[in-house]
């Protein structure tokens, strides 16, 4: 079922009645069964949201996003209890072995890369060298061909002259954005299937409590890229207003590809997860990654 995701930017008061949430601002009341909920980013410091509302919706495994001062978002509540196994799956987690996440961090790279040139020639209309950069991912991308691959991609991307940072000038604030979005949807995908967002695969810093959809997220990025690229053609607003943020909430429900069928990206990233759950059980070997373009 493809979940609903709100942005509340006024000021408001969220309870709960009867599994409904109840959104009641200055002039309107409204009603939305929780069941619906996917997601809920909180851009307005007067907002109040009840703790019987919170725990519903996290009961109901929805991702609820809190923005700080700067509109982007800062934290977020998951479910710790979405699985009936979590323990057993937690086990899994903690005692895979290094080469089962060296290998699966290989592969994560490689869809990245290849995510990245395919995206890259669609842009700028040119062939590039990606998917030889991509075959040269080594088992734990030891030799770092992430970071050659990011070097040309970002110099190709922009303008001449564009230097991604977490802080950076125009377009860094749409591309922190979506980035905060996909990765709250990822680690709720993660929490779904019972697994511990902050064991990473490959990212380990321990201030760091959603290591593991860090790491996930990495190969859905160029969406993200994709449509920040759109947004600047189509407006000259350099500010992150409702509009922009509207825009990109939409990559949640935007479509990918999986060999067998096309599913919206909120979906297809549970069952990305799903498979990464099965790769530590060892029921599976790779991780079920979707294409972004048909």
């Known amino acids: 079922m493809l979940k609903r995701s709100l942005l509340l930017e006024n000021r408001a008061s969220i309870t709960a009645k009867n599994l409904q949430l109840v959104i009641k601002t200055e002039t309107r009341e409204s009603t939305i069964p929780i069941e619906d909920i996917g997601f809920i980013v909180i851009d307005n410091p007067e907002i109040y949201i009840s703790i019987p509302a ?11 996003i809190i923005c700080g001062k700067n509109h982007l978002p800062n934290g977020m509540f998951l479910n710790l209890n979405s699985h009936h196994v979590q323990q057993e799956i937690f086990r899994n987690q903690i005692e895979a072995s290094l080469p089962l996440k060296k290998q699966l961090w290989q592969l994560t790279i490689v869809e990245k890369i290849k995510n990245q040139g395919i995206l ?9 060298q990606f998917e030889f950069l991509a075959s040269k991912v080594l088992s734990g991308d030891t030799s770092n061909m992430e970071g050659v691959a990011a070097s040309q991609y970002w110099k190709s991307f922009f303008e001449e002259g564009f230097k991604r940072e977490r802080f950076g000038n125009y377009p860094n604030n749409f591309l922190n954005y979506g980035y905060a979005i996909l990765r709250a949807a990822t680690a709720r995908a993660l929490s779904g299937s019972g697994l511990l967002n902050t064991l990473g695969i490959h990212h380990k810093s321990k201030y760091n409590a959603f290591a593991l959809a860090d790491d996930i997220m990495e190969p859905f990025r160029p969406l993200v890229d994709e449509k920040v690229y759109e947004i600047m053609q189509q407006y000259d607003e350099q500010e992150l207003n409702t509009q922009i943020k509207s825009e990109l909430l939409q990559l949640l429900t935007r479509t990918v590809y999986f060999k067998e069928e096309k599913s919206p990206l909120m979906v297809a990233l549970q069952k990305t997860a799903s498979s990464l759950q099965q790769c530590y059980t060892g029921e599976r070997k790779k991780i079920k990654y979707p294409k972004l373009w048909s």
């Open 54 to 64: 919170m725990n519903l919706l996290i009961e109901n495994n929805t991702s609820l």
């Open 120 to 128: 890259l020639e669609k842009i700028t209309g040119s062939k590039n």
